[in-house]
C-alpha cells in the first residue's frame, strides 16, 4: 500500500504547534526584555543632555561598567582557552559518533 498525502498534512506545518509556541514567546519576550527596555529609554530621552551625562558619569555608574567589562574580558579569556582545547581535541581524536568527512 502506498503512502499518500491527506490535504490536512499538506497544510500542517513541520513543527505542531509552531504558531502558539511563537506566541508566548512573543509575549513573554516583550513583557521581560522589551518593556523595560524601552521604559529606559523613554526616562533617558526626557533627560536633558547634561543630565543624562551626569548619570551615566556617576561613580557608581562607571563602577559597573568596569565590573561589566572586566567581567566580560574574563569570560571571553576562559572561552578562548577552554574552546581552543574543545576544538583541538574534537579534531585531533577519534571517538563514536565522530564522521570522517571526505571530499
Do not use: C, D
Not at 7 to 31: E, N, Q, R
Not at 50 to 66: C, L, N
Not at 68 to 87: E, H, K, P, R
Amino acid at each position: 500500500m502506498a503512502y499518500t498525502r491527506t490535504a490536512h498534512s499538506a497544510t500542517s506545518g513541520v513543527i505542531p504547534g509552531f504558531g502558539l509556541s511563537l506566541g508566548y514567546t512573543l509575549v513573554y519576550m516583550s513583557l521581560l526584555v522589551l518593556i523595560p527596555m524601552s521604559a529606559i529609554f523613554i526616562k533617558a530621552s526626557a533627560q536633558s543632555l547634561p543630565e543624562f551625562w551626569a548619570t551615566i558619569t556617576a561613580p557608581p555608574v562607571v563602577a559597573s561598567y568596569r565590573v561589566s567589562f572586566l567581567t566580560s574580558l574574563l569570560a571571553a579569556a576562559i572561552n578562548v582557552v577552554f574552546g581552543s582545547l574543545l576544538a583541538w581535541s574534537l579534531v585531533r581524536y577519534n571517538f563514536w559518533g565522530k564522521r570522517r568527512w571526505t571530499p
